[in-house]
């Protein structure tokens, strides 16, 4: 059975950093691109960045230069580490396997739950 969980999400005041681990099981991690997305009240979900399965990564331009993604096969793990932390960045992340190297949602076979990150003062 194919699952991702997420976790690390908390409250963090702007200018703060997080950093997100997705815990993959039931499939080869090595073999599929990883995806992390966030919806924010009222907005549709949007992906904000993407590994594929030799490394290479894509960002979306609000979080480009703020968040890196990467990837530990043997562990199992990808992570989202996100700096310089925003009001805007205040959403429900969520991880994702991929069946193409996109930020398009469409293209999501698997989603994890979420953990929900906060940005606050």
């Known amino acids: 059975q194919v699952q991702l969980m997420e976790s690390g999400g908390d409250l963090v005041q702007p200018g703060g950093s997080l950093r997100l681990t997705c815990a993959a099981s039931?499939?080869?991690?090595?073999?599929?691109?990883i995806g992390w997305f966030r919806q924010a009240p009222g907005k549709e979900r949007e992906g904000i960045s993407c590994i594929s399965t030799n490394g290479r990564t894509i960002y979306a331009d609000s979080v480009a230069g703020r968040f890196t993604i990467s990837r530990d096969n043997a562990k199992g793990t990808v992570y989202l580490q996100m700096n310089s932390l925003k009001f805007d960045d205040t959403a429900v992340y969520y991880c994702?396997?991929?069946?193409?190297?996109?930020?398009?949602?469409?293209?999501?076979?698997?989603w994890g739950q979420g953990t929900q990150v906060t940005v606050s003062s």
């Open positions: 039931g499939f080869s991690l090595n073999n599929y691109v």
């Open positions: 994702a396997r991929g069946s193409m190297y996109s930020l398009s949602p469409k293209t999501v076979n698997s």
